[in-house]
């Protein structure tokens, strides 16, 4: 609302709230450090679990960050800019949420005491983006080559991204499990550049068993069944013939009427179409197929003559999973039945159909050369599977980081600390205020190495003196060992190693993030009002206010 010549105007609709300068700042701050806090005791291997019910009583246990956030359903909009670093965090490198969120959090407590010294919130912005800059720099100088051929490395890695999960008692058996999907579905690009697409590996989750029984299958598994009870339900060195075209005769899309003056007519009508049904059961069996896989559906006739030829046939089968199917068996995509020869057929060891607790699946194995591989996750609950999901998602994406990225750092806060230490020695370069700015975003580093130790039951400043007096001798992989409470000089000896790329991308993310919400002094949250019945304007808004109605009713030098 504006005063105008003692005249009230309304700018906005009534009932909009509006948070203007510092208010509006100190709000924005403190929501993004309660979603900061709300995820922090999650981090590293001593971090606790969150269990989330929603409003429909279903349960979700993790201290998977970016799945935490999403869970809660989060209102204020500074708040909303946080989940979007950890979906941000999540979609492009799959691990490092909670990283991302804690250090966003920790850059904007530590920016606040900045603001509150008269330092304008774009003089920081610049500051935190020239240290992000430069410890991309550090990262990147400080990282040791690993690549598809270091399994130790991706093993390593693998096992570090699954120490804080559910699964830290298997980790060992499913680190191995994760380097055998990505080693299949891993293949060199254009550049020569290795690429590994996750989702050519296909997840398939089953209560029952133990988290042990988890297992990788050089294939593909389709929850169908063998469609007919006379046909073969298991086939060793199966030819298997891919089809997307329905085994059956197709209805015309016009009406006929047909004029049947004898019985002999209906029965030429019934042989022609069983005719056409045994041509089509007939071009399979020249093709040498004992196994056929169909998108869409088989006449009863159909799966008579191919039962009767020992053929095992499963129908209804997702497009998608088709195209899995085509890639880890070598086979082609048929459209015509004409094209069923020998060449176009795919190769499996074994094709089997098996009960696994209630339901029938079919299971496609020992492929020769697989471009698409199944997980199969066994637990005890379907809260246990979930999270072991999570945590081999996780554990995937790592590895793939590892492949793609080919570089890898000492874990444990070890390289935030390093960067901090490097990032003090570079602000000490710069002039004026973004040098506070540098030193700042160089202390908010340290929140991470601080935070474990603190999950871990330890005393954060202790431990961070020990660490720090590491580094200044020169070890720049010096980190905390959070078993035994000591500091090891070398993270990697110890088996802890994290992708690079997961640290540069939660700085970068956070760093954005920050810099947005440092940059909003006014913040404007309309209403939404239903309006009256009929659709009119609202009461009081069918003229122009008093005064607003001609010309000459304006105020006097407003001409």
Not at 48 to 77: C, Y
Not at 163 to 183: F, H, M, N, T
Not at 248 to 267: G, H, N, R, V, Y
Not at 307 to 320: D, E, N, P, Q
Request: negative net charge.
């Amino acid at each position: 609302m504006a005063q105008l010549g003692g005249q009230p105007i309304f700018i906005m609709k009534e009932g909009t709230e509006r948070t203007r300068g510092k208010d509006a700042m100190e709000n924005n701050i403190a929501a993004a450090k309660v979603i900061a806090e709300a995820v922090r005791t999650s981090l590293g291997p001593r971090g606790m679990d969150k269990m989330l019910v929603d409003q429909f009583g279903d349960v979700v246990i993790t201290n998977d960050g970016a799945t935490i956030l999403k869970e809660i359903d989060v209102q204020h909009p500074a708040a909303k800019m946080m989940v979007e670093v950890a979906k941000t965090q999540d979609s492009e490198v799959g691990d490092g949420t909670t990283t991302s969120v804690i250090l966003a959090g920790e850059l904007l407590k530590r920016a606040e005491k900045l603001l509150q010294q008269k330092i304008h919130p774009t003089v920081i912005t610049e500051g935190f983006r020239k240290a992000a800059d430069k410890a991309v720099e550090i990262l990147d100088a400080m990282s040791i080559k690993s690549g598809i051929d270091d399994k130790k490395g991706l093993k390593n890695a693998a096992m570090t991204c699954m120490s804080s999960k559910i699964v830290v008692e298997s980790k060992d058996k499913l680190a191995d499990i994760c380097i055998g999907a990505i080693e299949a579905v891993a293949e060199k690009d254009g550049n020569g550049k290795w690429v590994a697409d996750i989702d050519k590996i296909q997840i398939q989750k089953k209560q029952g068993d133990m988290i042990d029984d988890t297992s990788l299958i050089k294939g593909i598994i389709l929850d169908k069944e063998v469609v007919a009870p006379g046909m073969p339900k298991s086939i060793k060195d199966a030819k298997i013939l891919l089809t997307q075209s329905a085994i059956e005769i197709e209805k015309t899309e016009f009406d006929a009427k047909l004029q049947i003056t004898s019985p002999e007519q209906i029965q030429q009508f019934l042989d022609e179409e069983e005719k056409m049904l045994r041509d089509m059961a007939e071009k399979i069996v020249k093709s040498g197929a004992n196994v056929v896989i169909c998108q869409k559906g088989i006449d009863d006739m159909a799966q008579h003559f191919l039962a009767r030829a020992g053929i095992m046939v499963v129908r209804r089968v997702k497009k998608s999973d088709l195209e899995k199917l085509s890639k880890a068996t070598g086979g082609m995509i048929l459209t015509n039945l004409d094209d069923a020869k020998p060449e176009n057929l795919g190769y499996a060891g074994l094709v089997e159909e098996r009960k696994v607790m209630n339901d029938s699946w079919v299971f496609i194995e020992e492929c020769k050369n697989p471009k698409s591989v199944v997980i199969l996750i066994r637990g005890g609950t379907e809260l246990v599977i979930d999270e072991v999901e999570r945590a081999l998602h996780d554990a995937l994406c790592v590895i793939r980081d590892v492949v793609e990225d080919q570089k890898i750092v000492g874990g444990g806060g070890a390289p935030e600390l390093e960067t901090a230490i490097q990032l003090r020695e570079y602000a000490s370069t710069l002039g004026g205020r973004e040098q506070l700015a540098v030193e700042v975003f160089a202390d908010s580093l340290d929140i991470i190495p601080k935070t474990l130790a603190e999950n871990a039951g330890l005393d954060q400043i202790d431990v961070l003196m020990k660490l720090r007096a590491a580094h200044q001798k020169g070890y720049k992989f010096a980190g905390h060992d959070m078993e035994t409470g000591e500091v090891v000089n070398n993270m990697m000896e110890v088996g802890v190693v994290e992708p690079t790329s997961v640290k540069i991308q939660a700085i970068k993310s956070s760093t954005e993030a920050t810099c947005m919400i440092l940059r909003i002094d006014d913040v404007i949250a309309g209403v939404k009002s239903a309006g009256p019945p009929g659709g009119g304007m609202p009461p009081g808004m069918g003229g122009m206010p008093p005064g607003m109605g001609g010309m000459g009713g304006m105020p006097p030098g407003m001409m």
